[in-house]
Nanobody, 128 residues
Framework: QEHLVESGGGVVPAGGSLRLSCVAS????????LGWFHQAPGKKREWVAA????????????RYSGSVKGRFTISRDDARLTVYLQMNDLKPEDTGIYYC?????????????????WGQGTQVIVSP
């Protein structure tokens, strides 16, 4: 069963924009943390952004890596069970595969090993 399905990747010139989508199953979308990771060609997968639901009061917050802060925006649509990654001012170094992931906890949102569910990824190519 696929719990997370990404879409929206493609080829875009530097400075352009893309919006990635990740549709989750009911049970996975209910988890505390939904995140996006990026794997550049030949490199390890790195955390990009997360949208976090506080376990105590349900408040939503977001976190970004330094390399994308100010350019990327993560959001969630509860009605559509979808998490988005709006990517603006794309750079060639943003090229790679983007993975959607989810974890039970709201504590270790930067740590790949803490994520319990992963999508198959969607490829983004940013041309110079």
């Amino acid at each position: 069963q696929e719990h997370l399905v990404e879409s929206g990747g493609g080829v875009v010139p530097a400075g352009g924009s893309l919006r990635l989508s990740c549709v989750a199953s009911d049970s996975v979308f209910a988890l505390d943390t939904l995140g996006w990771f990026h794997q550049a060609p030949g490199k390890k997968r790195e955390w990009v952004a997360a949208v976090i639901k506080d376990e105590t009061d349900g408040r939503i917050s977001t976190r970004y890596s330094g390399s994308v802060k100010g350019r990327f925006t993560i959001s969630r649509d509860d009605a559509r069970l979808t998490v988005y990654l709006q990517m603006n001012d794309l750079k060639p170094e943003d090229t790679g595969i983007y993975y959607c992931a989810a974890q039970v906890s709201d504590t270790y949102v930067y740590t790949e090993e803490e994520y319990d569910y992963w999508g198959q990824g969607t490829q983004v190519i940013v041309s110079p």
